[in-house]
């Protein structure tokens, strides 16, 4: 028995000892620093960075996608025309684009370059293609995108630059967030796909993130990153898919909708305390959205397809000649109206309820 209380008592103290030690490291850990003495710090290098390489991206090829936009930074020679410096190549130029983004107080620079698409596949030679042709992400929606990232000592620590990958944009770090709703989508080669089985991307947003520490992922150390580094991102949105985080048949940037390109995600047209985006019911009026918004039945010749109204009419799609997707009203108001831009749709009229009996 005394032996076996030795066991007990020495591994208590085992315990106590690696606790202490874990509580010692936690009391240890240094405090961020603050924004407006890190921000200026990340900004002059990445200027550095800026004045010291080259950037070259590999061109545009529809018929081998995977090598498209792929980018290669080599030292800068400004003597040389073809080495010029990213600052002689694209700040001085105006080419670079800078979006001014506040992080605890501090405006912080995040610089972008988006690339210049020649989207020659489809019939349309010379027509171009500046940041996609797609639709744009929210923040709450997915994407589909090939990258590769990089500190600015020109390592890198990440690259998926063929391979698509799918991220919930809600779950990544500020300077994807803020970079990628100003991007449109791509779209699959229905044509090449069906004959060769390989998809390909086209018209799809294309460039080069440069953001400071603190729009990615600051203070935290990273696998083969350090805390305060400045991340460089080229990137390919190859993909999106809208959210419906309330189920209810109607995008959650639909629901956030507030002017082209201007979301609002604590809207609560009820004011319930749900914003639309995650209330079923927008309007408080004891009715579903999905109720609402559901197409009388029998359909019709001429109806659309979905049992359910689209946010907006929508248009056949010319690349699925045989299928016919389009949907020639939108949500309706309480009249029946449709198509009109500033109608009040019905989901979100509480006078406008269930059950409607006309298209």
């Known amino acids: 028995m005394t032996n076996f209380f030795k066991v007990i008592l020495f591994a208590f103290l085992g315990v106590f000892a690696i606790s202490c030690n874990k509580t010692s490291d936690i009391a240890e850990a240094a405090p961020p620093r603050p924004y407006a003495e890190q921000a200026p710090i990340d900004d002059a290098k990445i200027q550095e960075f800026f004045a010291k390489f080259h950037l070259e991206a590999s061109a545009y090829n529809p018929l081998d996608d995977s090598n498209s936009y792929n980018v290669t930074f080599e030292t800068a020679d400004d003597a040389n025309p073809a080495k010029l410096s990213i600052k002689k190549q694209y700040v001085e130029t105006g080419k670079m684009m800078i979006k001014i983004v506040s992080v605890g107080g501090v405006e912080h620079k995040l610089y972008y370059l988006p690339f210049v698409n020649p989207d020659n596949d489809?019939?349309?030679?010379?027509?171009?293609?500046?940041?996609?042709?797609?639709?744009?992400?929210?923040?709450?929606?997915?994407?589909?995108?090939?990258?590769?990232?990089?500190?600015?000592?020109?390592?890198?620590?990440?690259?998926?630059?063929?391979?698509?990958?799918?991220?919930?944009?809600?779950?990544?770090?500020?300077?994807?967030?803020?970079?990628?709703?100003?991007?449109?989508?791509?779209?699959?080669?229905?044509?090449?796909?069906?004959?060769?089985?390989?998809?390909?991307?086209?018209?799809?947003?294309?460039?080069?993130?440069?953001?400071?520490?603190?729009?990615?992922?600051?203070?935290?150390?990273?696998?083969?990153?350090?805390?305060?580094?400045?991340?460089?991102?080229?990137?390919?949105?190859?993909?999106?898919?809208?959210?419906?985080?309330?189920?209810?048949?109607?995008?959650?940037r639909d629901e956030a909708y507030v002017s082209p390109g201007v979301y609002n995600f604590s809207k609560d047209t009820d004011g319930d305390g749900r914003p639309d985006y995650l209330d079923q019911d927008d309007d408080g009026d004891g009715y579903t959205t999905k109720d609402e918004i559901r197409k009388p039945t029998p359909l019709l010749t001429n109806q659309g397809t979905s049992a359910y109204y689209p946010f907006n009419p929508i248009a056949d799609n010319p690349l699925t000649p045989t299928i016919n997707e389009s949907e020639p009203k939108g949500i309706p108001d309480k009249s029946g109206d449709g198509t009109t831009s500033t109608r009040l749709r019905r989901h979100l009229d509480s006078s406008a309820k269930p059950p409607y009996t006309t298209y």
């Open 122 to 252: 489809n019939g349309s030679s010379g027509t171009t293609v500046t940041s996609g042709k797609g639709d744009k992400p929210t923040v709450v929606d997915t994407i589909k995108v090939c990258y590769r990232g990089r500190l600015l000592d020109n390592t890198s620590f990440d690259n998926k630059e063929r391979i698509p990958t799918v991220f919930s944009l809600r779950n990544l770090i500020q300077g994807w967030k803020e970079i990628f709703p100003l991007f449109g989508s791509g779209e699959a080669d229905t044509t090449t796909y069906a004959s060769t089985g390989v998809t390909l991307y086209r018209k799809y947003g294309a460039g080069v993130m440069f953001m400071p520490s603190a729009l990615g992922y600051y203070n935290r150390v990273q696998t083969n990153m350090p805390a305060y580094s400045p991340l460089i991102f080229n990137f390919k949105l190859v993909g999106v898919n809208f959210s419906d985080d309330d189920y209810d048949w109607v995008d959650s």
